[in-house]
């Protein structure tokens, strides 16, 4: 019996990851959320009852998004996340100095959580809000984080498959490592539209109080604004906020300047 509550539990879990990654496409039907989770729909039923009684699931039209109560849950865990309103400053000014918009992520292998955003002054507004994830091997905050982290990291993440998100992502398990170690040394990470068609992204790491790779920040926009050529400047800009980030969060010097 214990082993079915927590196969139940499990595809419960699965079920509402589903219906969160649907939400902001306007939500998915029973069917749907069946299918992308392996179950047959009486039983996606079943499993989604309890998740509606307590708020973490709500059906508008026969469609499923997420329910008020993960707005409480999610707020709960970002209210205790230090790092989120430390870092706000230091964002602020990266999105003055870049004119571009900022992310604030941390890591939950093999993805990245985005646990802030602010957009840049231009009328164009990213897709990505807090709280989504992307794969780490993709994108710019990722490669900057795992540029610095512990080699079992990497080998995870490789492990996990490096999936192609658009035609110029690196799926090359020697050919990735080569480009984190390029990462490691200059100090910054780019997303050379990677992850996402049209967008362009340079990031940086966040340093904790042991010196250890706790976070990344990035500038991002559409490819058309963010040349190659401003990749230098815009790196620049980045790795002094993660650095300012880092030392307020108590992390040691830089050994050695970023180049």
Do not use: W
């Not at 990654?21 to 039907?29: I, L, R, Y």
């Not at 990505?128 to 794969?135: A, F, I, L």
């Not at 604004?225 to 980045?238: H, S, Y």
Request: hydrophobic share 45%; aromatic share 4%; net charge negative.
């Amino acid at each position: 019996m214990e082993r079915n509550n927590s196969s139940s539990l499990r595809r419960g879990i699965a079920l509402l990851d589903a219906v969160a990654e649907a939400t902001a496409s306007g939500g998915a039907t029973l069917t749907e959320l069946a299918a992308a989770v392996g179950v047959h729909k009486s039983s996606a039923l079943r499993l989604l009852a309890p998740l509606a009684e307590a708020g973490l699931v709500r059906v508008e039209g026969g469609r499923h998004l997420l329910g008020p109560r993960t707005a409480q849950l999610g707020r709960g865990y970002l209210d205790s996340v230090d790092l989120r309103a430390l870092a706000q400053p230091a964002l602020r000014r990266l999105v003055a100095e870049s004119g571009e918009s900022v992310h604030l992520v941390l890591p939950d292998l093999p993805d990245m959580v985005y646990i802030d955003k602010i957009d840049g002054p231009g009328r164009v507004r990213m897709n990505s809000y807090v709280g989504s994830r992307q794969p780490a091997h993709s994108t710019g905050v990722g490669r900057a984080y795992l540029a610095f982290a512990p080699a079992e990291a990497v080998d995870a993440v490789i492990a996990h498959g490096l999936t192609p998100r658009t035609e110029r992502t690196v799926t090359d398990p020697a050919a990735f490592r080569a480009g984190l170690a390029a990462v490691h040394e200059r100090g910054y990470a780019v997303d050379d539209v990677e992850n996402e068609p049209d967008i362009r992204c340079v990031a940086a790491p966040v340093f904790g109080h042991d010196g250890a790779v706790a976070a990344a920040i990035s500038v991002a926009g559409l490819a058309t604004r963010i040349a190659p050529d401003r990749f230098e400047r815009l790196g620049e800009l980045v790795v002094a906020a993660g650095r300012t980030i880092s030392e307020q969060l108590g992390a040691p010097p830089l050994r050695e300047e970023p180049r």
